[in-house]
Nanobody, 118 residues
């Protein structure tokens, strides 16, 4: 497994932006697709975005398309989530995770809180 550490969360007004970072340990980061998920209070964890190992392909939940952008820097072992035009319903704990294929993820960070005020 790999250790993942998220950062960049905080409190922002609706319409604002945040950039989340997820730093990974180990030498195999560039071999894996990575994903971002979120969990709001009282709700199940949901998929937000994913990116393949090369960064050449990405996917997004419908609720964030056009507002969020996932990217990665394999030289820095880091994956990012740029979040623009934030809405109060984006409030959640955001987690990054490592994909092991077929929709499965085997390593998770501790999460970073994002709170969007109206």
């Amino acid at each position: 497994q790999v250790q993942l550490v998220e950062s960049g969360g905080g409190l922002v007004q609706a319409g604002g932006s945040l950039r989340l970072s997820c730093a990974a340990s180990g030498r195999t980061f560039s071999s894996y697709a990575m994903g971002w998920f979120r969990q709001a209070p009282g709700k199940e964890r949901e998929f937000v975005a994913a990116i393949v190992w090369s960064g050449g392909s990405t996917s997004y939940a419908d609720s964030v398309k056009g507002r969020f952008t996932i990217s990665r820097d394999n030289a820095k072992n880091t994956v990012y989530l740029q979040m623009n035009s934030l809405l109060p319903e984006d409030t959640a704990v955001y987690y990054c995770a490592r994909s092991v294929g077929r929709g499965a993820y085997d390593s998770w960070g501790q999460g970073t809180q994002v709170t969007v005020s109206s």
